[in-house]
């Protein structure tokens, strides 16, 4: 077929014929953007008349995106408790910083966890608004601490190290992942889930969506240039109030439950 065929009616009847197959409407959106601009350079270089994407919608997307697993505290508990070493260090880094698992996490490097100070400094990150500092928390930095301590403080410049080649970062963990949600008895959800997770538990916890959005890297950098160091408190404050939110789960679980007179057992 050559481009000069390939009209708006001909576009329709390729969605609708992915469609029918079950591919998936993101999937569809990606061919077609590839097409457009095929279309788009042949319409540039007189090749065809005019391109026919003119007529023609992408497909909503939106409805079909995957929601996130936000863990509960109790599913958490149970993944921990299975989970190898260095699975059970990351999740809780995870859970505690929101870093990105791969381009952030897996990334690190141990001279840019602050231990005196409890920061970790994100130098490069997705975008410009991910490169930042946070704060970590006592559990988060007792997490940290052990697992450097399993591996020898001068086994790898990375926290997360390929073990069969310390001076390269961790990549494929995708089996060690799924292994801890299936021995935890979780059914599978991405890593990635768990930024999503402490995303949710600071909004419980009553912090504004701006500074969650600010501590996971999801914000303006004009604002940070700006409210430099309100932000740097507000986020410690964020990481308190995570603190509590846990504190007070976990109170909750270790309270004796109540006979139906009243009295505790």
Same mark, same amino acid.
């Given at each position: 077929?050559?481009?000069?065929?390939?009209?708006?009616?001909?576009?329709?009847?390729?969605?609708?014929?992915?469609?029918?197959?079950?591919?998936?409407?993101?999937?569809?959106?990606?061919?077609?953007?590839?097409?457009?601009?095929?279309?788009?350079?042949?319409?540039?270089?007189?090749?065809?008349?005019?391109?026919?994407?003119?007529?023609?919608?992408?497909?909503?997307?939106?409805?079909?995106?995957?929601?996130?697993?936000?863990?509960?505290?109790?599913?958490?508990?149970?993944?921990?408790?299975?989970?190898?070493?260095?699975?059970?260090?990351?999740?809780?880094?995870?859970?505690?910083?929101?870093?990105?698992?791969?381009?952030?996490?897996?990334?690190?490097?141990?001279?840019?966890?602050?231990?005196?100070?409890?920061?970790?400094?994100?130098?490069?990150?997705?975008?410009?608004?991910?490169?930042?500092?946070?704060?970590?928390?006592?559990?988060? #930095?007792? +997490?940290? !601490? /052990?697992?450097?301590?399993?591996?020898?403080? %001068?086994?790898? $410049?990375?926290?997360?190290?390929?073990?069969?080649?310390?001076?390269?970062?961790?990549?494929?963990?995708?089996?060690?992942?799924?292994?801890?949600?299936?021995?935890?008895?979780?059914?599978?959800?991405?890593?990635?889930?768990?930024?999503?997770?402490?995303?949710?538990?600071?909004?419980?916890?009553?912090?504004?969506?701006?500074?969650?959005?600010?501590?996971?890297?999801?914000?303006?950098?004009?604002?940070?240039?700006?409210?430099?160091?309100?932000?740097?408190?507000?986020?410690?404050?964020?990481?308190? #109030?995570? +603190?509590? !939110? /846990?504190?007070?789960?976990?109170?909750?679980? %270790?309270?004796? $439950?109540?006979?139906?007179?009243?009295?505790?057992?």
């Amino acid at each position: 077929m050559k481009l000069s065929d390939i009209t708006a009616s001909v576009i329709e009847d390729f969605k609708e014929k992915r469609l029918s197959q079950g591919v998936r409407t993101a999937t569809i959106n990606r061919d077609l953007a590839v097409l457009r601009r095929m279309m788009k350079l042949a319409d540039r270089k007189m090749l065809i008349n005019e391109t026919s994407f003119r007529d023609v919608d992408f497909l909503e997307e939106r409805k079909q995106r995957r929601r996130p697993h936000i863990l509960t505290f109790e599913e958490e508990d149970r993944m921990l408790a299975v989970a190898v070493p260095h699975i059970r260090a990351l999740a809780v880094l995870i859970l505690e910083t929101g870093m990105r698992s791969r381009r952030e996490a897996l990334s690190l490097l141990w001279r840019y966890v602050d231990f005196v100070n409890n920061l970790i400094c994100v130098p490069d990150s997705k975008t410009p608004a991910g490169e930042r500092t946070i704060p970590i928390s006592d559990r988060c #930095k007792t +997490e940290l !601490l /052990r697992w450097r301590s399993l591996l020898g403080p %001068e086994f790898s $410049p990375y926290v997360f190290p390929n073990m069969h080649d310390p001076s390269k970062p961790l990549k494929d963990l995708r089996r060690s992942w799924a292994r801890a949600l299936k021995d935890a008895g979780l059914r599978y959800f991405w890593l990635y889930d768990l930024r999503h997770t402490l995303a949710s538990r600071l909004t419980q916890a009553g912090v504004s969506p701006i500074f969650v959005a600010q501590i996971i890297g999801h914000s303006s950098t004009s604002i940070l240039s700006t409210y430099a160091r309100a932000i740097d408190e507000y986020r410690r404050d964020a990481i308190h #109030k995570l +603190e509590n !939110l /846990r504190h007070d789960h976990v109170s909750r679980e %270790e309270r004796p $439950p109540k006979l139906p007179n009243g009295s505790v057992q």
